[in-house]
Nanobody
């Protein structure tokens, strides 16, 4: 069982930055998992934001965040990060961390483990 806990969300102004963290709790070790970040705005479907391979050697981003967001991981700390820069206006978007026993993936289906999410609001 993989237990993931996100943190770092909050309120920031447009153009600002936030760093989200996703920590594995208990006896969970993320070192063998592909890790991903997804987000969901109110009334919209969840969408892919970033993914990183088990050893950090490969990352993948959609065009919407490429160049602004950076995913990284510290397997020794059992934590994955999402650095978000040049944030654009968004309201009550929930960012989710997820783990997959698969190669790097941009779709939700390979991710079998999800955190509860952390909410981000970017004000104009």
């Amino acid at each position: 069982q993989v237990q993931l806990v996100e943190s770092g969300g909050g309120l920031v102004q447009a153009g600002g930055s936030l760093r989200l963290s996703c920590a594995a709790s208990g006896r969970t070790f993320i070192s063998s998992y592909t890790m991903g970040w997804f987000r969901q705005a109110p009334g919209k479907e969840r969408e892919f934001v970033a993914a990183i391979s088990w050893n950090g050697g490969s990352m993948n981003y959609p065009n919407s965040v490429k160049g602004r967001f950076t995913i990284s991981r510290d397997n020794a700390k059992n934590t994955v990060y999402l650095q978000m820069n040049s944030l654009k206006t968004e309201v009550s978007v929930v960012y989710y961390c997820a783990a997959a026993v698969a190669q790097i993936a941009t779709m939700e289906s390979p991710y079998g483990y999800w955190g509860q999410g952390t909410q981000v609001t970017v004000s104009s």
